[in-house]
């Protein structure tokens, strides 16, 4: 199956401070640390979502912007991103894309793998860890007009918008469903990988 992996990096990061996905974990960024991780998983093509093109990245891993046809409320939203990155897919011809937060840098790319194998039988696959883990997700190309249809009705949860489709659970580590909201929980990402090195 023809896979683009997403990262999403448009939210405001106002918990964090600054930037999440441009925080330092040891000489990488979490972008580029998700970027390494999607492409060991044996991915397509790679696409960041949203905010602001970065600079200093390979150029196959491309700034898609979150603007959308159809769509030009200015908002931000997690469920925008996704719409992004089902409408990239969609018009590049993909059949899936695997999209990311780009605060969840521990995802494996064994999980990804399973995620994209689980639509076979889906339409959507989320990691699953003590509940489903939205910021980890694949999804087939073809639910773009369903997602669409969803966020002009009002929907802004990832989860609501999708609530009809099939939903297949992949089961993760916690570690892997770790999110980066904090400073402190990079420092601890980062003393555990300089520690494994």
């Not at 918990?15 to 000489?27: E, H, Q, V, W, Y």
């Not at 494996?108 to 860890?129: F, G, H, K, Y």
Request: hydrophobic letters at 40%.
């Amino acid at each position: 199956m023809k896979t683009l992996g997403a990262v999403l990096v448009g939210g405001a990061s106002t918990r964090f401070g600054s930037d999440k996905s441009l925080a330092r974990i040891g000489n990488t960024t979490m972008l580029q640390v998700i970027h390494e991780t999607l492409l060991s998983a044996g991915l397509d093509s790679f696409v960041y979502v949203g905010g602001r093109a970065r600079e200093g990245f390979d150029p196959t891993f491309r700034h898609v912007p979150d603007e959308i046809a159809d769509v030009d409320d200015g908002e931000q939203s997690s469920l925008r991103g996704v719409l992004a990155a089902l409408t990239h897919a969609w018009t590049t011809g993909q059949e899936a894309v695997v999209i990311l937060g780009c605060d969840v840098p521990l995802v494996t790319p064994n999980t990804i793998q399973r995620l994209v194998s689980a639509l076979d039988v889906s339409d959507v696959s989320v990691a699953e860890c003590d509940g489903d883990h939205w910021s980890i997700l694949a999804a087939r190309a073809d639910i773009r007009e369903h997602v669409l249809a969803q966020y002009r009705a009002g929907r802004r949860a990832i989860h609501r918008a999708l609530t009809d489709l099939r939903i297949s659970r992949v089961a993760c580590s916690t570690t892997e469903c770790t999110n980066v909201n904090d400073v402190a929980t990079l420092q601890l990402i980062t003393e555990n990988r300089s520690s494994d090195v």
